[in-house]
């Protein structure tokens, strides 16, 4: 398996707070990618990153931001938890942006 | 724009049947195509690429695709399905130089004894 590690697998939290998410890598890959994971819809990405400090939203990105700091970690952030947030998060990483990405576990996130 | 259709969001199987999941894409460049499996509480794990070297290409546990870009399809057989070919397959494009992965809504493929 790729070097990525999810944190936390699992998470409950109530509607209104702020929620991050972490994703750590440790292949030193350019490209990192959050997407979420519903029934019907397949994956669909939030936002992306190039590099450090370099980010872009993807399709679905409203009510999201993230941050990289550092090349190993991509932070995503729920700034204000709904229901409509609940879902399994996955984050991924590449090479560059012309080959197959790779993914984590995923975390399932629970908002109520 | 770069999109990806799945015909058929189940399909099912007997036991060493030819397995045939669909995969059509739109892309106005040429793409690169990918088949992901995932299996229950798990995350994505790639089967196989098409990165415009051959167009038949194989991937790992049997399976392969073949790229027809007059049919702008990239589907995904296995000659002989096994108990453990029970998953959900994506498929994704990525236009060349489009940092972009993006993913069809998935087949569930079920396998029959």
């Known amino acids: 398996d790729a070097g990525i590690t999810q944190s936390p697998r699992h998470k409950v939290t109530e509607t209104g707070t702020p929620v991050t998410l972490r994703c750590h890598q440790t292949?030193?890959?350019?490209?990192m990618y959050w997407y979420r994971q519903d029934p019907g819809h397949g994956l669909r990405l939030i936002h992306y990153?190039?590099?450090?400090?370099?980010?872009d939203k993807g399709e679905v990105s409203d009510g999201y931001s993230v941050s990289r700091s550092k090349t190993e970690d991509f932070l995503l952030t729920l700034e204000s938890a709904t229901s409509s947030q609940t879902s399994v998060y996955f984050c991924?990483?590449?090479?560059?942006?012309?080959?197959?990405?790779?993914f984590g576990q995923g975390t399932r996130l629970t908002v109520v | 724009a770069q999109s990806v259709t799945q015909l058929g969001s189940h399909v099912s199987v007997s036991e060493g049947a030819l397995v045939l999941l669909r995969c059509n894409y739109s892309?106005?460049?040429?793409?690169?195509l990918f088949w992901y499996v995932q299996y229950p509480n798990q995350g994505l794990q790639l089967l196989l690429k098409?990165?415009?070297?051959?167009?038949l290409v194989k991937g790992i546990n049997g399976f392969e695709a073949e790229f027809k870009k007059s049919e702008t399809s990239f589907h995904l057989t296995k000659p002989s399905a096994h108990m453990s070919d029970a998953a959900e397959y994506f498929c994704?494009?990525?236009?060349?130089?489009?940092?972009?992965?993006?993913f069809g809504t998935g087949t569930r493929l079920t396998i029959i004894p």
């Open positions: 098409y990165t415009s070297a051959a167009t």
């Open positions: 292949e030193n890959h350019r490209y």
């Open positions: 892309s106005s460049v040429p793409p690169y």
């Open positions: 994704a494009v990525r236009m060349g130089g489009n940092e972009k992965l993006t």
């Open positions: 990153s190039y590099g450090v400090k370099d980010t």
């Open positions: 991924a990483i590449g090479r560059d942006g012309n080959t197959e990405a790779f």
